[in-house]
């Protein structure tokens, strides 16, 4: 069974940085997506960036493209998301999930759906 865990959520200041960590463990599967999603107050779980664990084929989120970087450490199953000039918009609970394939990113998001194993979220607060 698939487990993730995030980490490195805090509070910054509007055009701060800061790094999220997520690791992933128990996957029986050698090419997957792992994906981060952002969730506001009031507002549904959104697509932010993923990679694909075999060839680090990248997606990112519109919002987020030149601003946040995706890497993967696969020697240690570990997913960082670089997250530079940060916004009060970015706030939110950031999750981390994986899922059991990979993704070819044809579409314009990624969705929860495509993800079956999820982490417990780290919170980001961005203040103005």
């Known amino acids: 069974e698939m487990q993730v865990v995030e980490s490195g959520g805090g509070l910054v200041q509007a055009g701060e940085a800061l790094t999220l960590s997520c690791v992933v463990s128990?996957?029986?599967?050698?090419?997957?997506?792992i994906a981060w999603f952002r969730q506001a107050p009031g507002k549904a779980r959104a697509g932010i960036s993923a990679?694909?664990?075999?060839?680090?084929?990248?997606f990112y989120a519109d919002s987020v493209k030149g601003r946040f970087t995706i890497s993967m450490d696969n020697a240690k199953s570990t997913v960082f998301l670089q997250m530079n000039m940060l916004k009060p918009e970015d706030s939110g609970i950031y999750y981390c999930?994986?899922?059991?394939?990979?993704?070819?990113?044809?579409?314009?998001?990624?969705?929860?759906?495509?993800?079956?194993?999820w982490g417990q979220g780290t919170q980001v607060t961005v203040s103005s």
């Open positions: 999930a994986a899922s059991v394939h990979r993704n070819e990113f044809y579409e314009p998001t990624i969705e929860p759906f495509e993800f079956q194993a």
């Open positions: 128990g996957s029986d599967y050698d090419d997957y997506a």
């Open positions: 990679i694909n664990t075999d060839d680090h084929s990248t």
